[in-house]
Antibody
């Protein structure tokens, strides 16, 4: 059974870089069928897609965050990571990693991590 | 970007009620529409994909319909465990976008 687990600091100072890792177990991140993504949810608000990566390193980013976001993959560790630079209080959110596929179009997010709350505060 | 608009933003219903939530896309997305259920403190859970396909393990009281720009999620007989927030999401093109959510509360 596929499991995803987010890890990283729960508190980040303003202007610094938020760094999170998603560890995938029960399946290979190098599967040709799937892509891997990050989604965030500010407290009490809705869901926002941050970006998506393929095991080859191909990335897709939300234009609203593109200048500050880097998503990378480490196939040897079955992990993918998120870096968000120059954070402000507006980046305080629960961050989820998730799996999605692509056939003729994007598939849904069918497996999610439990989420990790990241607070931006001095 | 494709904007997704859900209505209503919240509703109150009783156990056994039939509940319908709508989602409208700002442009045609064919059938690339997914529905998720989220309970407090939990990650979203996929209910319906490709507008009308039931995800494995999801009760048959959940159904989806629509294509193009207008979509609906229907719960045929609301159960106590269905009180949650529901989100639609378009997977037609990036940036992938979600609706604002519909909170289903107990009447």
């Amino acid at each position: 059974q596929l499991q995803l687990q987010e890890s990283g600091p729960g508190l980040v100072k303003p202007s610094e870089t938020l760094s999170l890792t998603c560890t995938v177990s029960g399946g290979s991140i190098s599967s040709s069928t799937y892509y891997w993504g990050w989604i965030r949810q500010p407290p009490g608000k809705g869901l926002d897609w941050i970006g998506t990566i393929y095991y080859s390193g191909t990335t897709y980013y939300n234009p609203s965050l593109k200048s500050r976001v880097t998503i990378s993959v480490d196939t040897s560790k079955n992990q993918f990571s998120l870096k968000l630079s120059s954070v402000t209080a507006a980046d305080t959110a629960v961050y989820y990693c998730a799996r999605l596929g692509y056939r003729s179009g994007w598939d849904p997010f069918d497996s999610w991590g439990q989420g990790t709350l990241v607070t931006v505060s001095s | 970007d494709i904007q997704m608009t859900q209505s209503p933003s919240s509703l109150s219903a009783s156990v056994g009620d039939r509940v319908t939530i709508t989602c409208r896309a700002s442009q045609s997305i064919s059938f690339y529409l997914n529905w998720y259920q989220q309970k407090p403190g939990k990650a979203p859970n996929l209910l319906i994909y490709a507008a009308s396909s039931l995800q494995s393990g999801v009760p048959s009281r959940f159904s989806g319909s629509g294509s193009g720009t207008d979509f609906t999620l229907t719960i045929s007989s609301l159960q106590p465990e269905d009180f949650a927030t529901y989100y639609c999401q378009q997977s037609f093109s990036t940036p992938l976008t979600f609706g604002g959510g519909t909170k289903v509360e107990i009447k």
